[in-house]
């Protein structure tokens, strides 16, 4: 009798009751330390820095080991298919021409940096900074609608520093936006918050190469006087001390008169999506 | 006694939000074409929120947030508070509601995504070290709400959760 009336009682049991509290205290428990965080999180102090890039890093690294089972055959089978190739004598041909080509355009390279140099000896101009290269593996690519940014596996533990530029075959992708101990973030040229400093040699005109988080890149404050034609070279003018001058980005694509937003558009140097590798500059100094 | 199939069924969402959240380019694989520009992450929160909202519960959201912004080089803590103010607003537009039919959870949708997108506003231009490009955002919210049907039209065909 006793037994019913129990399981028949209005009362909560202990399993309600705890949830129940759960319910009320977890939300503003959850958003307070969210809140803390944030707070934390614009402090400048070093151990707090310290701390998160470690909880970076074993996010990344943990994220690295389990995507590896799902990434690697999808990243095989997308290269075998564009390995396919039933043109392999025409396209052997071509290759040996531009081989050709290729190696006497060096030789005329070769040619115009012992004169620069000899020219720089006799003005007694000196070099600029030199540059090493550090080569690393890409082990994450992040994109949402604010940013557009990759891992590399090397971070502060190779002395690499916030800014220093990214490259692939000497052409710019990007720039270090956040350093941790064992990885870095690489902001990506296309990000709306990448800006870099440009030249246009063939103009002589200088602009800032911004982002435009679509997977393109805008030109903004270039002489209103210069206009830029189809083809035109674009590199970074290195004016910014980080980023090493004379790096190619892109080049430009189209008259921009043609076009609705009435602005250049730009085709950048890269743009092969599956990138495993790059390498960072790292000033000697 | 539940089977293993409809326990995947159940977690399913988990899993494609955990699977976004750790690796977009899994199903995008772009850092340099067009990114994401639908936010799918808030339709399936808030699909799951309003239909069923002991799906996820908000240790999930938050520890889910938390991952998202280690990933993402976002201020630490921003995206658990949109995650769980958008369930948050979700469950409470679900019970306001005494009828629900399309056009009634179609504008909640457009209500919670916008108040969350404003609170997001809100914490990254206060908390946040980047510029924001509010263009972009705009863009993400109106291609976010013209997705949201297709997918629901799929969840429906998979959950049937009305």
Known sequence: MNDNRLSRSSVPGFATIQRNIEKKFLLPTYLLVSFFLLILDSTDFKAIKVVKGLTNDLVTYSVWILKTPIKYPINVI???VKNINFNAKTIDEQLNDDISKLTSEN?????Y?????????????????DYSFVYTKIIHENTNEFNKNFTINVGS???????QAVVRNNVYLGKISELNLYSSKVMVVTDVNSRIPVTIPSRGANAILKGNGMGGADLLFYPLNIKLEDGDQIYTSG??????????VGKVMGDKDRRFFKNYKIQLGFSDHLLNYVSVLKSKR | ?????????????????????????????????????????????????????????????????LLFDSMYAMPLGSSSICFICLNKIAIFLHKKRTRINYQNEFTSFIISLFV???????????????????????INLIFTTICYPLARY???????LN
């Open chain 1, 78 to 80: 997308i290269s075998s």
């Open chain 1, 239 to 248: 004016t910014d001390g980080s980023i090493k001058e004379g790096l190619y």
């Open chain 2, 1 to 65: 006694m539940y089977s293993i199939i409809e326990k995947i069924k159940y977690y399913f969402p988990h899993i494609i939000i955990i699977l976004i959240t750790l690796n977009d380019s899994l199903f995008v694989n772009s850092w340099i074409a067009p990114g994401p520009i639908v936010n799918l992450k808030y339709i399936i929160i808030f699909y799951f929120s309003f239909f069923d909202k002991e799906r996820f519960s908000i240790t999930f959201l938050f520890i889910l947030g």
């Open chain 2, 116 to 138: 969350t997108q404003i609170i997001a506003l809100f914490v990254l231009h206060e908390f946040g070290k980047a510029p924001l490009e509010y263009s972009l955002l705009f």
């Open chain 1, 107 to 111: 030789n005329q390279l070769i040619f």
């Open chain 1, 113 to 129: 940096k012992n004169e620069n140099e000899n020219l720089k000896r006799i003005l007694n101009i000196r070099n600029k900074e």
């Open chain 2, 154 to 160: 799929f969840f429906q065909y998979l959950f049937r």
């Open chain 1, 157 to 163: 533990n190779e002395g690499l520093q916030i800014n």
